[in-house]
């Protein structure tokens, strides 16, 4: 399982980068048919925040007219379960502000993963390959920048990780 974060969502949008909403297209795509993928209720919020909003770079349009974002919004809501906020979401959204030095939409965000039990987000937001408690994050579209983009196993099996040291 794993959380969507809004970036990935607003870039299968953003035809300004065609690598990345291909990429985004082609996550989205699957994550009905695998059943894999999970929305936060944030990440459809920012979502219809940042693509209907005018755009300097784009002459003053948007990257979607408002009725178009919000049934992007319902289409989503069709699609993928998504989690929404709790008492035990914003307690570990406190938590991972003060433990991690996350801005608090982060926090939230990794919140949602880790108070529900979802071990992974996808998010260029943060550090590719990084825990926050159980919570991996990778970023789906370091690939393009040429980094290395493998990860090891989310968990290893107890023969390959543990080795026989002798004793003297």
């Given at each position: 399982?794993?959380?969507?974060?809004?970036?990935?969502?607003?870039y299968?949008h953003?035809?300004r980068?065609?690598?990345?909403?291909?990429?985004?297209?082609?996550l989205?795509?699957?994550?009905?048919?695998d059943?894999d993928?999970?929305?936060?209720?944030?990440?459809?919020?920012?979502l219809?925040s940042a693509?209907?909003?005018?755009?300097?770079?784009?002459?003053?349009?948007?990257?979607?007219?408002?009725?178009?974002?919000?049934?992007?919004a319902?289409k989503l809501?069709?699609?993928?379960p998504?989690?929404?906020?709790?008492?035990?979401v914003?307690?570990?959204?406190?938590?991972?502000?003060?433990?991690?030095?996350?801005?608090?939409?982060?926090a939230?965000?990794?919140?949602?993963a880790?108070?529900?039990g979802?071990?992974?987000i996808?998010?260029?937001?943060?550090?590719?390959?990084?825990y926050?408690?159980?919570v991996r994050?990778?970023?789906?579209?370091?690939?393009?920048?040429g980094?290395?983009?493998?990860?090891?196993?989310m968990?290893?099996?107890?023969?390959?990780?543990?080795?026989?040291?002798?004793?003297?």
């Open positions: 399982m794993r959380l969507v974060d809004t970036n990935v969502l607003v299968r953003d035809p980068f065609p690598e990345k909403q291909e990429l985004a297209t082609q989205l795509g699957r994550g009905p048919r059943g993928l999970v929305l936060p209720h944030q990440a459809i919020v920012e219809v693509v209907s909003r005018p755009r300097g770079d784009l002459d003053g349009r948007s990257l979607l007219e408002r009725t178009e974002a919000l049934q992007v319902e809501l069709q699609l993928f998504v989690l929404c906020p709790d008492e035990d914003v307690r570990t959204a406190c938590r991972g502000m003060a433990s991690y030095q996350l801005s608090w939409w982060d939230h965000l990794w919140a949602y880790e108070a529900n979802v071990p992974e996808l998010s260029e937001e943060f550090e590719h390959g990084r926050y408690g159980a994050l990778v970023d789906p579209f370091v690939s393009l920048s980094e290395i983009a493998e990860l090891p196993a968990y290893e099996s107890a023969g390959d990780s543990v080795t026989s040291r002798s004793r003297p």
